[in-house]
């Protein structure tokens, strides 16, 4: 980070091996590199980039699943965020006993700073994970106030909202979002609704959204790419990837710009909310969760 300066936003669009941890790591840390030799100052990461999300049965999960906290995948990206003075989100197979979460964690140049768990398990990953218990926390960093989703999360506001309603800036969304055009009949040049999903709920809540996709597939399974960073207008802040290449989509914004409009007198999505017609906060419990 650069004193005052906007942070600049680094999306990693890879492909993931599945199963093949190691290697998955050694090309997210070199695309990590690359972001960090470019400015980069917040990195997201797609869902499950270190080990894929195709899985034949619960062995096959076992087998990638790691702690967080003194984790292979997590000790390597705190180290490079130590090393560049970044923060870098991602999520994870974690293990923790004998439950398997689908988590999203938030590293910076401290270090370790927090976890989210998915909140909503999609398809087949009902086998194999539990669904999130820590709520939707949101981290306060010197960038700004960073919230973490999972994938199918994306489909809920509620996620966004609350997660809005708790002040943070930005909602870093690692997704494996698949290529749907043919079946679902997507209007050029979208292969997966996920770009409308971000920058929909950036404009309802006035916040940041990154989502970050994955490319390549597994079988006749493939991922759509079109990571996205949208602004809290809605709109993009920079065209979104490419539906098939690895690369890296970058964005400089100030986090705190969402902050400055919240209580314009006609326009606000959040303070005027009809909470008399609607609950003020969804029902959320935050001491729930602490």
């Known amino acids: 980070m650069k004193g005052n300066a906007p942070a600049k936003i680094a999306c990693i669009q890879m492909d993931v091996a599945q199963g093949e941890v190691d290697k998955n790591l050694e090309k997210a840390g070199s695309l990590i590199r690359e972001a960090c030799g470019n400015g980069a100052d917040l990195l997201v990461l797609p869902e499950m980039f270190n080990c894929g999300c195709i899985f034949e049965n ?18 390597y990206l705190e180290k490079l965020a130590r090393e560049h003075r970044v923060y870098i989100a991602g999520s994870i197979c974690e293990l923790d006993g004998v439950d398997i979460y689908n988590t999203s964690i938030l590293v910076g140049p401290e270090g370790y700073i927090g ?3 998915k909140l909503h ?13 820590l709520g939707i926390p949101v981290f306060h960093t010197p960038i700004g106030r960073i919230a973490l ?4 999360d994306a489909y809920y506001p509620e996620c966004f909202r609350i997660a809005a309603l708790q002040g943070a800036d930005i909602v870093c969304v690692s997704f494996n979002a698949m290529d749907v055009k043919k079946a679902r009949g997507l209007p050029d040049p979208y292969y997966t609704m996920m770009p409308a999903l971000c920058m929909a709920n950036s404009l309802s809540n006035h916040i940041f959204v990154v989502g970050c996709n994955r490319i390549g597939g597994v079988g006749t399974v493939r991922f759509a790419g079109q990571s996205t960073i949208s602004d809290q207008w809605g709109g993009l802040v920079t065209p979104m990837a490419s539906h ?10 100030d986090l705190c710009d969402s902050r400055r409009k919240y209580f314009h007198p006609t326009n606000s999505r ?21």
């Open 58 to 75: 619960r062995k096959q999960v076992y087998a990638v699943a790691e702690e967080v906290q003194g984790g292979k995948t997590a000790n």
């Open 115 to 117: 976890k989210y768990r």
């Open 121 to 133: 398990p999609c398809e087949d990953e009902v086998y194999w994970v539990e669904p999130g218990d």
């Open 149 to 152: 989703l999972v994938c199918l």
């Open 244 to 253: 098939d290449r690895e690369e890296i989509l970058y964005a400089e914004v």
């Open 270 to 290: 959040l303070a005027n909310r009809r909470t008399d017609v609607y609950s003020a906060d969804l029902g959320y419990q935050p001491e729930k969760y602490r």
